[in-house]
Every structure is written in C-alpha cells, then in structure tokens.
Antibody, heavy 121, light 110 residues
Framework: EVQLVESGGGLVQPGGSLRLSCAAS????????MSWVRQAPGKGLEWVSV????????YYADSVKGRFTISRDNSKNTLYLQMNSLRAADTAVYYC??????????????WGQGTLVSVSS | QSALTQPPSVSGSPGQSVTISCTGT?????????VSWYQQPPGTAPKLMIF???NRPSGVPDRFSGSKSGNTASLTISGLQAEDEADYYC??????????FGGGTKLTVL
C-alpha cells in the first residue's frame, strides 16, 4: 500500500525558514517523480515544485522560485522542501504527491494527508 | 501562469449527469494531453480521478469520464451519487514545464 506522510509544518515568522519532509513507502521511491502541492485555507490547489526520480531535475512555480528548494534522498525514501524567506502568502497545507509514472507531467496518483505551514508574526 | 478556469459550482440530482469544464490556453490544455482531474471531499487530500485527459486510475468508477476539445477539458460524472459531492480540480502541464490547477468546482448533489 502506497503511503506518503508529511511532517515539519508549523508556525514561523515572516522571513523565516522551514523544512518539510515526506516519508514514502509501498512503492519503488526512486522510480517516480515527486511533487509538492499547497492549498491555502479555503482556497484551491497550487502546484509548488517537482523533482525527478533521480533528483537531477527540478521545476518550481514562479511564486516560490528562488526561495524554495525541493530535494529527495532515495536511500531514505524521503522527499524534502526547504522553504526560506517565508511570507504570509505561503500559509497553506502542503501536500506531497507521487507522479503517475516516470513522466511527471501525467498527474499525481497518491497524496499525503498534508502538513500545515502558518507564516505569521 | 494563470489558473485554469472552472465554474465555481455545479449541481445535479442523483442519477443525473453533470459536466465540469476547465478552460486554459494554447500554452497548457490546448497543447498537451496532460490534463488531470482530482476529487477533494471536505477536509481530505485530493484523489486522482482522471489523468492524460481521459484515463481512469484503477478503482475509479467508469461513471467518471474526461475529454478535451481545443483549450477546454471536461469532466463528466454520470449516474450522480451522493458520495460524489466534493470539490473538483483540473490541472494541466504547461509549456513552462510547470503544472497549473483550476480554481476548483464545488459539486452539490441535490
């Protein structure tokens, strides 16, 4: 059974940093691209970033480019999102999601339960 | 990258069919068969219902179907059931190697 479990969310001040983790199990982690998608309270879904299966290729939404870094440790079956220079607009539930296939553009077939990041003074 | 355009809400009675539209541009929906649809009941994580415009993952009922014409994709739910009540989001791959989501559509089963 595929499981994705996010952690690392919490309350942080504007300008601060936070690192999210997503522990994966139930599939060959290194074979699939992984993404982060966020959802602000009461709002819709917003794609954040994706990393290829081997970690060599990454893409970011314009809203987080230069501030967030996605990475993965395939030896630990774990996905990360390093978030710096956080803003109030980054407040959201952050989901990790698994790519449908090795081609990450096809969609995301499994999602974690999400972890809440609140940016406020 | 602007969000894809979805109607804020749709509704239907049990047994009826409803269609949710998702309008993008020639830089996303119109150029790639990389449209996905997600179902999100309140307080839960999204669930993939359709990928690559019209493919259903295993376990998704065949009452759910997807299609695309030009810059607009559509999700049709036939034989509506009470359990289908949820928010639905479309997404598309874009020419910038990113993904864009729609604003979401709230489906109410009357």
């Amino acid at each position: 059974e595929v499981q994705l479990v996010e952690s690392g969310g919490g309350l942080v001040q504007p300008g601060g940093s936070l690192r999210l983790s997503c522990a994966a199990s139930g599939f060959t982690f290194s074979s699939f691209p992984m993404s982060w998608v966020r959802q602000a309270p009461g709002k819709g879904l917003e794609w954040v970033s994706v990393v290829s299966g081997n970690g060599g290729t990454t893409y970011y939404a314009d809203s987080v480019k230069g501030r967030f870094t996605i990475s993965r440790d395939n030896s630990k079956n774990t996905l990360y999102l390093q978030m710096n220079s956080l803003r109030a607009a980054d407040t959201a539930v952050y989901y990790c999601a698994k790519g449908v296939s090795s081609s990450w553009s096809k969609g995301f077939d499994y999602w974690g339960q999400g972890t809440l990041v609140s940016v406020s003074s | 990258q602007s969000a894809l355009t979805q109607p804020p809400s749709v509704s239907g009675s049990p047994g009826q069919s409803v269609t949710i539209s998702c309008t993008g541009t020639s830089s996303d929906v119109g150029s790639y068969n990389r449209v996905s649809w997600y179902q999100q009941p309140p307080g839960t994580a999204p669930k993939l219902m359709i990928f690559e415009v019209s493919n259903r993952p295993s376990g998704v009922p065949d009452r759910f179907s997807g299609s695309k014409s030009g810059n607009t994709a559509s999700l049709t739910i036939s034989g509506l059931q009470a359990e289908d009540e949820a928010d639905y989001y479309c997404s598309s791959y874009t020419s910038s190697s990113t993904v864009v989501f729609g604003g979401g559509t709230k489906l109410t089963v009357l």
